[in-house]
């Protein structure tokens, strides 16, 4: 909870500052801490993927705006909306939540008119309505994982069928091919030797084997087809 206590911290210093003889410095501290933010930012390209430093100077800025403008009759109050969705997409509920309280606390005193009650109370709406949407972008971000890892899986599935395209191709060609004509062979030169029954047999078994080498070789085009 420390990113808790140094958003509270500078939200209460930035009250105590707006109000103080410092105040006639807010716009000149506001350009520093804006410029910080930036230089602090500059080469990120993903804006919610920012550091609890550049949140607090955020937080800060806002703060130093709304208080230095009259609070609750801040014509920047709607800054605040999006500093707690900000927060909600960053951490945890309960941060946001212990947040929006003590910001109601610290801007309470403000309560002039029936306006300023709305717009406290309008924190206690857009506070639920900032962790809903966090909550659904950060689905969105797992199933764009899952996505992506089902991506990769597919990728080495494919790279594993064609490693097994390639062993069958390799088999059929060398060793299955080689191995069916040597047989062939033998085969031939056992014939003028044999009886006319022995040759009917061995003609028979030239035949099977035959089909055999032009099966394999169909076989192995059909799986070159299959898989590219």
């Given amino acids: 909870m420390s990113i808790l206590l140094s958003l509270s911290l500078f939200s209460i210093l930035s009250l105590f500052l707006s109000y ?15 410029f910080l933010t930036l230089v602090l930012n500059f080469k990120k390209h993903a804006p919610l993927l920012v550091s609890s430093t550049t949140l607090v100077l955020i937080t800060t800025i806002t703060s ?5 403008t009259g609070a609750l009759a ?3 109050f709607f800054l605040l909306y999006f500093l707690l969705f900000f927060i909600a997409f960053l951490y945890p ?6 947040f929006t309280i003590i910001y109601i606390l ?8 029936e306006s300023s009650v ?11 309505s900032s962790i809903f949407f966090s909550k659904q972008y950060l689905k969105l971000l797992s199933q764009q994982n899952k996505i992506l890892i089902l991506k990769k899986k597919l990728k080495k599935e494919e790279k ?3 490693s097994t395209e390639t062993d069958i191709l390799l088999w059929t060609s060398l060793n299955l091919k080689s191995s069916l004509q040597n047989v062939l062979d033998s085969l031939s030169s056992l014939l003028p030797t044999s009886t006319p029954i022995q040759k009917q047999e061995l003609k028979k078994s030239q035949s099977i084997i035959q089909k055999l080498l032009k099966q394999s070789t169909s076989l192995a085009k059909k799986i070159d087809q299959i898989t590219d």
Wanted: aromatic share 8%; charged share 0%; no cysteine.
């Fill in 20 to 34: 103080s003889p410092l105040s006639y410095f807010i716009p000149q501290l506001i350009a520093f801490l804006t």
């Fill in 106 to 113: 610290l801007l309470s005193p403000s309560l002039t008119s």
């Fill in 64 to 68: 130093l705006l709304i208080f230095s």
């Fill in 118 to 128: 709305l717009s406290l109370l309008s924190l206690l709406l857009v506070t639920p």
């Fill in 93 to 98: 509920p309960p941060v946001t939540l212990s």
């Fill in 74 to 76: 801040s014509p920047l």
């Fill in 160 to 162: 594993s069928i064609q």
